[in-house]
């Protein structure tokens, strides 16, 4: 009988273990839903629908986006820090929703350094002050001195209230001492659009957004807010050189899950990130589009979170960037 119990035993803590083995390699075993807080057409959800369609491939499992964009980012982030910790739900994220609306909305529904599991930094976007094409103002200068002139009468368009495009124009208007109009929408997408439209009159934006607008002879890029000129605009000047002096603005592209994915799971996705990411099609895609490929470990990842969120802090309190 104890030989029969032993054999029992072990028999079960076999079936325990290949169960579980089973479990983790079945993942994924249908469709995975990639939210992004943000509309249709932002540098980040051209993006992200590139790298979802290679990492489709190597999961064998499509990903699905959808986009939940609104109140800066809070409704489709909440959609995501509130979603099972299996894996099937993934949160493509720019860093504003991560590092500036936090201190918008100190209100907000989710933490966002203790709801999310960072899984990966995808890219970076580099950014520029665009105008309509016919627009008055040729130049940066030219801008300046119409805000100068009418304090309060120039409008910028934003993806709302404490998004990147509202934190760019906020540091642009301190740095040149003007004060233009804040003018929200729900999302860069229509923010873009209106300045195409003459409905505002310019905007800061990720270049991912804009690009089909510039080539399409819509907008007109003034200026870009790197570090050096871009070589896909080698003749648009920096903000810096133009004499706001050691002005840079840029944002990113990451990717999160709810707080509690497996690590099995999270180290499965991460790596198909970077994979993705080294395929010469997608990175192809990817730069055409405005953006500069980085990925990471989850770690790095988190890291640079902590340290963009406290960045921000100071700036949204410096400049006194409030939710209107």
Not at 60 to 68: M, S
Not at 186 to 215: C, Y
Not at 280 to 309: C, H, W, Y
């Amino acid at each position: 009988m104890q030989k029969f119990i032993t054999q029992l035993a072990a028999a079960l803590a076999m079936f325990a273990c290949a169960s579980a083995v089973q479990s983790q390699s079945a993942y994924p075993a249908k469709q995975i839903k990639m939210i992004i807080p943000l509309a249709a057409g932002s540098a980040v959800d051209n993006a992200a629908r590139v790298l979802a369609q290679k990492m489709s491939q190597g999961l064998g499992q499509p990903i699905v986006i959808e986009n939940l964009a609104g109140s800066s980012g809070l409704i489709g982030a909440d959609r995501v820090a509130k979603a099972a910790p299996d894996g099937y739900t993934i949160g493509g994220f720019n860093d504003s929703v991560l590092t500036m609306v936090p201190h918008i909305y100190p209100r907000a529904p989710w933490n966002a350094l203790t709801d999310f599991d960072p899984l990966s930094l995808v890219a970076t976007i580099e950014w520029g002050l665009i105008v309509k094409t016919d627009s008055p103002h040729k130049t940066v200068a030219d801008f300046i001195a119409a805000a100068k002139a009418a304090p309060g009468k120039m409008s910028y368009g934003s993806g709302g209230s404490g998004s990147p495009q509202h934190i760019a124009m906020a540091l642009f208007n301190a740095s040149a001492g003007i004060n233009s109009l804040h003018v929200p929408y729900k999302g860069a997408t229509p923010a873009a659009v209106a300045v195409a439209s003459g409905e505002v009159d310019a905007a800061f934006q990720g270049l991912g957004t804009v690009t089909s607008l510039i080539q399409g002879g819509k907008v007109r890029l003034l200026a870009v807010s790197s570090t050096k000129r871009l070589p896909q605009y080698p003749t648009v000047p920096t903000v810096d050189e133009l004499g706001l002096k050691n002005f840079f603005f840029n944002s990113w592209f990451a990717m999160v899950l709810p707080a509690g994915v497996p690590k099995e799971i999270s180290d499965r996705l991460n790596a198909e990130v970077r994979s993705a990411l080294a395929d010469p099609e997608t990175r192809d895609k990817m730069i055409a589009q405005g953006v500069t490929l980085r990925g990471s470990t989850a770690a790095e990842l988190g890291t640079a979170t902590k340290e963009q969120f406290a960045l921000y802090r100071k700036v949204i309190q410096d400049n006194g960037i409030k939710a209107e």
